[in-house]
C-alpha cells in the first residue's frame, strides 16, 4: 500500500513540483495550497506524512501543525521555511514536528529526509506492536472471563499505565497474587527492567534488613565486604514483597522511606542511595485489623495502598473453574509430554461443586496430579481428582462454618495426606513454615 503524502505549499510551482516528484516516487500525493485545506484534508482521511510550509496565506504553519496533530496524533510533519532562524526551528520540534529543512533544498535532500521519516514511524510502529503484544503476552495466564476477574484485569492494566505508583494486594492465599504482581511489571514500562521478589515471611527477621537494603563491610561480623541489597538490584524496576504482613516492625520505617524518597540506606551505611523502583506488597493478612492493634504501621499501610487490588477467591468466581482447569490440563499436558483430552463430565460436576478453600494454587496441584494419572488420549475421571468429595468442604446439612473453620479442616487434612511433614504442607499450601506454625498456633493445633 502506497504512503499518503500531503504536500501543503501556497507557491504553486513548489507544489507541483514536489507532488509530481513524490508521486513518481511511488506516494499517493494530496497537494493543498492553504492551511486550512490541509486539516479539513487530515479530518477526513488517512494521512502518513505531512510537508509543510510555516508561511501559509491562511495561518501560521506552527498552528496548522498543532491542528494536525490535535486529529492524528501520530501523524508525520516535516516543515519546510524560508526563514531559517534556529527559534523557528526549535518551536517547530517542541510542536511536534519530526525534522525540518530549509528552503531552497536540493530534492535529493528532501527524498533523504521524507525516507528516514517514513523509517522512523513504520519503527514506530513495529515497537507500539511489540508492546502491545507483549502486554498481552502478560495477561495470558490471567485466565477466566467472571466479572470479578473482568475488573481484575482492568485494574492491572490501569496501574502497568503508571510510572511508579506503589501497590497493595490482597487476597487469600493461592488466589493468584504473585501472578497480578508480575503481570504489573510485564505490562509497565519497566517490563525490561529487573523483576525481583521476596517473600519477607520466609527469611528470619534478623537476615531480611540486610537483604533488602544490603550492607556495608564491617557492618557486623560476617560482614567481610559490602554488598547491594534487593532494593539496589530493582534498580529501574519492580520489587515484590510477599506475605508483608509479616514484616518486622523494626523494618518498616525504612519501607517507609523507599516509598516516600526512593531512597535508603544500608545497614551500616551513613549515606543514603537513590533508586528509582516500584513497589508491590502482598498479603492474605488483614492488614487494617493489624494497624488496629498496633501490629503494622498506619503510615505504611497507606502508603502501600495508594493503588489496591483486592483479589477475589475462586468460590466467588466458580464460573471459571472450568476454564482454568483446562488451561492448567493444556500446560501440564505439554510439559508431561502427555495428550489427556480433556474431563469427563462428572469430573466437570466435581470439579465445579468443590468450594477450594486453597483457591488457584489447589487447582493447580490437583490438575498436575489428574494429568499425572491419566492416560494419554484418554480423560480425566473423578479417580484421578484428588478431591474427598464432591461438595463444599466441611459444610454439611444443617451446617455451617466460617471460613476459618474451613481453612483449619483443609490444613489439617492436608497434613494427615503428608504424613504429618510441615514443611511439605506448607509448600503444598503455597505459604512459609513460618506462617503455616502460626495458622497451627492460632487454631490451637498442636504438634
Known amino acids: 500500500m502506497n504512503h499518503v503524502l500531503l504536500v501543503v505549499e501556497d507557491d504553486d510551482v513548489m507544489r507541483i513540483t ?3 516528484v513524490f508521486t513518481r516516487k511511488g ?5 493543498a495550497a492553504k492551511g486550512g485545506e490541509a486539516v479539513d484534508i487530515v479530518r477526513s482521511q488517512k494521512v502518513d506524512l505531512v510537508l509543510l510550509d510555516l508561511r501559509l496565506p491562511d495561518a501560521n504553519g506552527l498552528d496548522i501543525m498543532t491542528s494536525l496533530r490535535s486529529i492524528d496524533d501520530d501523524i508525520t510533519v516535516i516543515v519546510m521555511t524560508a526563514y531559517p532562524e534556529v527559534k523557528t526551528a526549535i518551536s517547530a520540534m517542541k510542536a511536534g514536528a519530526y525534522d525540518y529543512i530549509n528552503k531552497p533544498f536540493e530534492l535529493e535532500e528532501l527524498k533523504l529526509l521524507v525516507d528516514k521519516a517514513l523509517e522512523a514511524r513504520t519503527l514506530k510502529s513495529e515497537v507500539e506492536l511489540f508492546r502491545i503484544e507483549k502486554k498481552n503476552e502478560c495477561m495470558t495466564e490471567m485466565v477466566g472471563s467472571s466479572l470479578p476477574f473482568k475488573q481484575v484485569k482492568e485494574l492491572i492494566t490501569t496501574i502497568a499505565g503508571t510510572p511508579r505508583t506503589s501497590v497493595l494486594i490482597l487476597g487469600e492465599t493461592g488466589t493468584g497474587k504473585e501472578l497480578v504482581a508480575h503481570a504489573i511489571h510485564c505490562g509497565s514500562e519497566r517490563s525490561e527492567r529487573p523483576y525481583i521478589k521476596i517473600n519477607c515471611s520466609a527469611i528470619p527477621e534478623n537476615l531480611l534488613e540486610s537483604e533488602l537494603f544490603g550492607y556495608e563491610k564491617g557492618a557486623f561480623t560476617d560482614a567481610k565486604q559490602s554488598k547491594k541489597g534487593l532494593f539496589d538490584l530493582a534498580d529501574g524496576g519492580t520489587i515484590f514483597l510477599d506475605e508483608i504482613g509479616d514484616m518486622d516492625a523494626r523494618l518498616q520505617p525504612k519501607l517507609l522511606q523507599v516509598l516516600e524518597n526512593q531512597t535508603f540506606r544500608k545497614v551500616g551505611g551513613t549515606r543514603d542511595i537513590r533508586v528509582d523502583i516500584r513497589v508491590i506488597a502482598a498479603t492474605n493478612r488483614d492488614l487494617e485489623g493489624m494497624v488496629r492493634e498496633r501490629r503494622f504501621r498506619e503510615d505504611l499501610y497507606y502508603r502501600l495502598k495508594v493503588m489496591f487490588i483486592t483479589l477475589p477467591p475462586l468460590r466467588e468466581r466458580m464460573e471459571d473453574v472450568t476454564t482454568i482447569a483446562e488451561h492448567f490440563l493444556h500446560v501440564d499436558n505439554r510439559a ?3 495428550d489427556v483430552k480433556g474431563f469427563s463430565q462428572e469430573s466437570r460436576n466435581i470439579l465445579t461443586k468443590y468450594r477450594w478453600p486453597g483457591n488457584i494454587r489447589e487447582l493447580r496441584n490437583v490438575i498436575e496430579r489428574a494429568v499425572i494419572l491419566a492416560k494419554s488420549g484418554g480423560m480425566v475421571l ?4 484428588s478431591l474427598e468429595a464432591p461438595r463444599m468442604p466441611g459444610v454439611s446439612a444443617g451446617t ?7 481453612e483449619k479442616e483443609h490444613i489439617l487434612l492436608i497434613i494427615q495426606k503428608l504424613g504429618g511433614n510441615k514443611s511439605r504442607a506448607a509448600e503444598y499450601l503455597g505459604i512459609s513454615r513460618l506462617t503455616l506454625r502460626e495458622k497451627l498456633k492460632r487454631y490451637g493445633i498442636q504438634s
Not at 506516494?27 to 497537494?31: A, D, E, L, R, T
Not at 473423578?382 to 481428582?385: A, F, G, N, R, S
Not at 455451617?400 to 474451613?406: F, G, H, N
Open 336 to 338: 508431561l509430554g502427555k
Open 400 to 406: 455451617a462454618q466460617t471460613l476459618e473453620d474451613i
Open 27 to 31: 506516494f499517493k500525493v494530496i497537494p
Open 18 to 20: 514536489l507532488s509530481e
Open 382 to 385: 473423578p479417580e484421578h481428582l
